[in-house]
């Protein structure tokens, strides 16, 4: 069956984070960085079925080779942020149903960023991705990353940030609502351009945005393990995060043979410990592997994110938390979304 996930989240320059060297990972493209004047070279990568660049319907015809060009585009945006915490790119990763075939997915993947191209102005450099070949993967994890300038396209280079990316502040100003609405906006209307892409292809399978409580589903989501503890059990390493998680979630699901008998629960401080030590483990295979930093930066974040969140939930015991995501994404996991 179909499975719905979309994930969206923002680069910027206190995570570390390089416009060119986005867009030269996510395309598998040699760019230069001219603003530090470093080289990001990703040409070896094999997965990469599909890229463009998409700029709004408005400037169809006109000269705008400068946004044409991947290495010219995501330059301009580096330097067009001033600010040394300067937010430098959005991106929404999305799952694309393994039930298309390549050009059914090309073209639903490229109306859905046409559409958010022209709601908000701003540049869309898509990367449509295979299956990564690897031990433990989906074969039906065929994805898209959608990299968008945070400022609004013009003729001469970009303008001003788009209405996404104001303040809930300016955007009220301007009679907008939260900017929260419109991640809920990206998450409904991809689940609709892919029913209908779906539906068109005469494929029954069909996603749903919705949680399953929403959807009137009683049964919880499936086992989902977070991107740091998933790259250290792929690269071989023990993470006791997965393995915490995994015993929590039999725990749920499978009647226990004594009723009385109760696991020890783990302490807080053993599993920050253990997972300060998976994370070092995870970063010096992450640097041979030459991925992108800012991906670990994310991931980090991420974890510092959980660590906020059992604080915020006052709850006793942290190996009972459910780890979950900072973004909100997939409603039933059962993806492996190691991208």
């Given at each position: 069956m179909a499975l719905y996930f979309l994930d969206m989240k923002t680069f910027s320059r206190s995570q570390g984070s390089s416009a060119p060297s986005l867009a030269a990972y996510r395309s598998g493209e040699r760019i230069r960085d001219e603003r530090t004047r470093r080289t990001y070279d990703h040409t070896d990568r094999q997965d990469v079925m599909h890229k463009e660049i998409l700029l709004p319907a408005r400037f169809a015809g006109a000269d705008m080779g400068w946004g044409a060009d991947r290495s010219s585009l995501w330059n301009t945006a580096e330097i067009a942020e001033k600010r040394k915490d300067a937010r430098v790119a959005r991106e929404y990763l999305i799952a694309v149903p393994g039930e298309l075939t390549h050009p059914q997915r090309v073209n639903v993947v490229r109306g859905f960023a046409q559409d958010l191209a022209e709601r908000y102005g701003f540049a869309v450099d898509l990367a449509l991705h295979a299956p990564r070949n690897f031990r433990g993967s989906d074969p039906r994890n065929f994805h898209a990353h959608l990299l968008a300038t945070t400022r609004e396209v013009s003729r001469g280079g970009l303008g001003r940030k788009t209405t996404f990316d104001l303040s809930d502040e300016n955007r009220r100003k301007l009679g907008l609502g939260p900017g929260v609405r419109e991640l809920f906006y990206a998450r409904?209307?991809?689940?609709?351009?892919?029913n209908v892409a779906l539906e068109s292809a005469h494929v029954d399978a069909r996603i749903d945005h919705r949680s399953l409580?929403?959807?009137?589903i009683t049964r919880e989501p499936k086992l989902w393990i977070p991107r740091v503890p998933y790259e250290i059990e792929r690269r071989g390493g023990r993470s006791v995060v997965?393995?915490?998680?995994r015993e929590d979630h039999r725990a749920r699901h499978e009647p226990r043979l004594d009723p009385q008998r109760d696991r020890a629960p783990a302490r807080s401080e053993d599993i920050a410990r253990q997972s300060i030590e998976n994370w070092r483990q995870y970063r010096r295979e992450h640097l041979e592997s030459g991925e992108p930093r800012d991906l670990a930066r994310e991931a980090i974040e991420k974890w510092a994110q959980y660590r906020r969140d059992v604080l915020e939930l006052g709850e006793a015991r942290a190996a009972e938390i459910h780890l979950r995501p900072t973004f909100a994404a997939s409603h039933d996991r059962d993806h492996d979304f190691g991208l």
């Open positions: 409904q209307h991809w689940a609709e351009v892919a409580a929403a959807q009137g997965a393995e915490q998680i």
